[in-house]
């Protein structure tokens, strides 16, 4: 059983006898995650905060940029927002309290124009290379890609 397995299955034994042998806390999957991301997206706060003592790095990133705290803020896991929330960027806090705060959680609501959402991008895009963080610009000219090529 890997890390991984250990996680989704939230099994805190399997876990913590793992990382007690001296496995690493931060590999990454296929996907682009480490543990710690999938137990904070998972909503297993034991398990965040097992693999946060054993050294798991609460701020790598996945392909898109997002920390362990974005994601568990996304899927509305506040316990793990707790854990993990002294160790975000003001960026990544301001991010995991507009998620928690709509309670929208997962994706945008459907709900949303779809201009309504390229602006709101746009803008954060805009504002965060004003103040020098290229990361933001970066997530949105590839989510505009994606949306590009996803279109027939």
């Known amino acids: 059983m890997s890390l991984f ?24 999957d296929d996907e682009g995650l480490t543990p710690l991301m999938v137990a904070a997206r998972e909503g297993h706060s034991d398990l965040v905060a097992l693999l946060l003592e054993a050294g798991g790095d609460p701020i790598l990133t996945n ?8 994601l568990a803020a996304t899927y509305g896991n506040s316990e793990s927002v707790r854990l993990l929330w002294d160790s975000g960027s003001q960026a990544d806090q301001d991010m995991a309290r507009a998620h928690m705060a709509t309670g929208r959680t997962g994706t945008l609501a459907p709900t949303q124009p779809e201009g309504f959402r390229h602006k709101l991008a746009s803008a954060s895009a805009y504002v965060a290379g004003k103040l020098g963080d290229d990361g933001p610009a970066a997530r949105l000219e590839r989510a505009l890609r994606s949306q590009k090529q996803r279109k027939p």
């Not at 397995?5 to 990454?28: C, E, I, T």
């Not at 392909?63 to 974005?70: H, N, Q």
């Open 5 to 28: 397995d250990a996680v989704l299955a939230n099994d805190s034994k399997s876990l913590s006898a793992q990382l007690a042998a001296g496995a690493d806390p931060n590999p990454f």
């Open 63 to 70: 392909a898109l940029g997002e920390t362990a705290l974005v």
